[in-house]
């Protein structure tokens, strides 16, 4: 069979940048270095593009393990609506404890601005979202906006600082986590506060900086009331003192879902984030 079609040109292709280097951070004992990397997923054809909304994604991994990679194919259909997304490596517990990925997340957040014109990146509106230790760190980044002990490395004349938070199934509140305390999820904590639980865990809970009167980032907070691993509970209290402090904030109570569930990268939880953001 030959046949002519005429085919209207309805979406855009997008190209997967990847990897970028975005810093330098110890390694061997703080003898060598090691490069972090983001992959980023926008527009193929960027010269002379629109600048566009960008949402910084965060992998989960019990801050032991992450691969920024691992979820892009659950991320090109949010991205091809309209977005950059920039999947971004951070140091886990093991590399450098709290709150050393706090920091990596807001020098890649400082690098994607910087090269903005690059990426096609509109720097006023950036969102960090994150899925489990992505989702703890996503709601740090977004709770300590402008907390200048948070900012080391290269472009600091910048902000990372964001204007929208997404937070699938976060541990918020590690002083009141109810774990085994000689368990597994002990172990994870303390290994990401660097074993001193008690000067760290507060700096590392979202829920501490969260104040009547300071300026944050609007919150969309996804959780599975089927979850074991992180209880609902730290969504829960997290997303009270935020209403309750003033503060914009949607939560969504995910029905029988676990923790990691396919449940929450369905379409319907896609266009709630949409709808959450600029598209």
């Known amino acids: 069979m030959e046949k002519v079609i005429k085919v209207v040109c309805e979406q855009e292709a997008y190209a997967l940048a990847d990897p970028v280097t975005y810093a330098h951070v110890p390694f061997w004992y703080g003898e060598t270095e090691r490069p972090l990397q983001l992959s980023i997923l926008l527009p193929k054809h960027k010269e002379g593009h629109e600048k566009l909304p960008l949402i910084v994604w965060l992998c989960g991994g019990a801050f032991k393990v992450m691969d920024r990679n691992v979820w892009i194919p659950q991320l090109t259909a949010l991205a091809m609506s309209g977005y950059v997304i920039a999947s971004v490596e951070y140091r886990t517990s093991h590399e450098g404890p709290f709150p050393a990925p706090l920091m990596d997340i807001k020098a890649a957040i400082r690098y994607l601005r910087a090269h903005s014109d690059r990426y096609c990146i509109d720097t006023e509106r950036v969102a960090v979202m994150g899925e489990s230790a992505g989702g703890t760190l996503a709601a740090l980044v977004g709770v300590t906006g402008g907390a200048a002990e948070y900012e080391q490395g290269d472009f600091l004349e910048y902000s990372s600082a964001v204007q929208k ?99 929450f990268y369905q379409k319907e939880i896609m266009t709630l984030i949409r709808k959450f953001l600029w598209k």
Not at 216 to 236: C, K, M, N, R, Y
């Open 165 to 263: 938070v997404v937070d699938f199934y976060g541990l918020t509140d590690m002083q009141n986590h109810p774990i085994d305390k000689s368990g597994e999820n002990a172990r994870v904590i303390e290994d990401f506060v660097d074993w001193d639980f008690e000067k760290n865990a507060s700096q590392a809970s979202a829920v501490s900086y969260v104040e009547t009167g300071k300026i944050l980032p609007e919150f969309l907070i996804f959780h599975g009331t089927a979850d074991t691993l992180v209880p609902i509970a730290q969504s829960e209290v997290f997303y009270e003192k935020l209403i309750r402090t003033g503060h914009k904030a949607d939560f969504y109570r995910v029905e029988g879902a676990p923790h990691g569930s396919d449940l």
